[in-house]
């Protein structure tokens, strides 16, 4: 997996959409164990959106962004939840999974 984009130009204005790298959270049973099994997790990502007005003087304007959660056991079917993000997330974002008992020590 890698960061990608796609650029729609309608002649006015271009679009840029683009993905940030998948990060893997692993997904917990009742007790908080960490399942094990291949597909026992979720993959988020960020997809974000940038507007640039045609001309070569244009400035490009964030288009929001959103989180985008998958079911790694169902991934075809799409994201299973799609999180607008309340500001634009740059470019090139690179994330990872720490579990949170990591996180107090």
Do not use: C
Not at 40 to 55: C, K, L, P, Q, T
Not at 78 to 105: C, F, K, M, N, Q
């Amino acid at each position: 997996w890698r960061s990608s984009s796609i650029t729609e130009d309608d002649g006015s204005s271009s679009k840029v959409y683009t993905v940030t790298e998948p990060t893997i959270v692993p997904k917990v049973d009742g007790q908080g164990n960490q399942l094990t099994g291949e597909t026992d997790a979720y993959i988020i990502m960020v997809w974000s959106r940038v507007v640039r007005a045609a001309g070569a003087d244009a400035e490009a304007k964030g288009g929001g962004s959103e989180l985008f959660v998958f079911d790694a056991a169902s991934i075809g079917e799409g994201p299973r939840v799609r999180i607008p993000l309340p500001a634009d997330v740059p470019y090139g974002l690179h994330s990872t999974y720490v579990p949170w008992d990591d996180l107090r020590e």
